[in-house]
């Protein structure tokens, strides 16, 4: 039987990839970020995870308005890396896991979340700034990945209570994948960010952290937190944070806060890294 091993959930600021890809780590404005990074890159490192499944959503690079999935899971050998408009990142392509992935395919379709398969697709800032947060800058990527992006774009977006039921499928959905891999599932984006209109610059702290607290110890109740409270406390962009929330039904209902990290500022954005791990009856 395969198992989730771990959840990590990390924000996927492009400003800190080019940090990474520049070499601009050292930097006062980035230093104090990046030595926060140590314990969970520690962490994965230790776990060895066999693959990772990463819940991210596509910001109009892969898709654009002719085509917006809900929930899109990726299928591929490979997925390159995606122009942003200064060119790709200079990172590894990213290794895929077809067997999951239609493993995946098939249990979340039988069991009722109806995916849009994706053979093809190139992957931006929000899952390659997670790789590199958990894994720093390398040759390749230590184990190979199934993408899952979700339409957190265009209104409208899925609810967080479907996004935490769907981590609940896919932990169902790993248990019967035939053999012993051992999984980390990410779920990036947030934490309260407004990259637009009047309210640009948004940022809150005080909602973020008791979001944090809540996905940890009452995902039920904030799963059922409605679009119109992120949008209204975390600003337009911080609906990313439902695919936080598939991270952490794919861990059970119980689980250990392995380690937790938040930062200001980076870019326009409460920055957020949240370890956990399943605990077992
Ligand atoms: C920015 C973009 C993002 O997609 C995000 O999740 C956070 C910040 C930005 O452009 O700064
Ligand atoms: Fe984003």
Redesign the pocket.
Known sequence: MAEIVGGIGT?????VGVAFDKGLTDDPYWAPYVAKLGPAREWIAELEPDACIVVY?D?ACAFSLELIPTFALGMAEEFPIADEGFGPRPVPPVPGHPELAWHLAESLVLDEFDMTLVNEMSVD??LTVPLSVAFGQVDEWPCPVVPLAVNVVQYPPPTGNRCYRLGQAIRRAVESFPGDERIVIFG???LS?Q?QAERAGLINVDWDLAFLDGLVSEPERVAAIPHVEYLREAGS?GI?LVMWLVMRGALGPEVRERYRATHLP????HNGLLVLEPTRA
Do not use: F, I, M, R
Request: without cysteine.
């Open positions: 924000s996927h600021v492009p400003a959503n910001h800032h929000g990036t984006g947030g960010h990259l962009e990313e980076t870019s326009n954005t």
